[in-house]
C-alpha cells in the first residue's frame, strides 16, 4: 500500500510559479511510477504529467508542455510539479498518483492523494 499527500498549491497570478509536492509513504517509492493529475470546477480529471521510477521515461499533456516540468526524488520519497507561466485554465485541484506499470499511471493509478488547490488570478 502507498499513501500520497500533496502539498504545495495556493493562489498565484497569471504568469507566475508554483512547485507543488507529493510525500508517499509505505512501500518504497522508488518501485512506482508517478503522476499528476487535475481537475477543474465542472470538468473531468485530466492528466497532467508523468514519470517512470527511474525517471528515464517522461510524459506530458499537450497543455501543459513546455511549462511544467516533473521530478522526483527518491531519496526523499517525493515527486514534484514545476509549473511556470501559469494560466486562469490551469486552475484546478491537482491530484498525486502512483502505479507499477507506466502505461497505468496515465490512464488507471492504482494510488491517489488528497489533491491540493492550485488558483491562478487573471
Known amino acids: 500500500q502507498v499513501q500520497l499527500v500533496e502539498s504545495g498549491g495556493g493562489l498565484v497570478q497569471a504568469g507566475g510559479s508554483l512547485r507543488l509536492s507529493c510525500a508517499a509513504s509505505?512501500?518504497?517509492?522508488?518501485?512506482?511510477?508517478m503522476g499528476w493529475f487535475r481537475q477543474a470546477p465542472g470538468k473531468e480529471r485530466e492528466f497532467v504529467a508523468a514519470?517512470?521510477?527511474?525517471?528515464?521515461?517522461?510524459s506530458y499533456a499537450d497543455s501543459v508542455k513546455g511549462r511544467f516540468t516533473i521530478s522526483r526524488d527518491n531519496a526523499k520519497n517525493t515527486v514534484y510539479l514545476q509549473m511556470n507561466g501559469l494560466e486562469p485554465e490551469d486552475t484546478a485541484v491537482y491530484y498525486c498518483?502512483?502505479?507499477?506499470?507506466?502505461?497505468?499511471?496515465?490512464?488507471?493509478?492504482?494510488?491517489w492523494g488528497q489533491g491540493t488547490q492550485v488558483t491562478v488570478s487573471s
Open positions: 498518483a502512483a502505479s507499477q506499470m507506466f502505461s497505468t499511471v496515465k490512464y488507471r493509478p492504482a494510488y
Open positions: 509505505g512501500r518504497t517509492f522508488s518501485a512506482y511510477h
Open positions: 514519470i517512470s521510477w527511474t525517471s528515464n521515461t517522461y
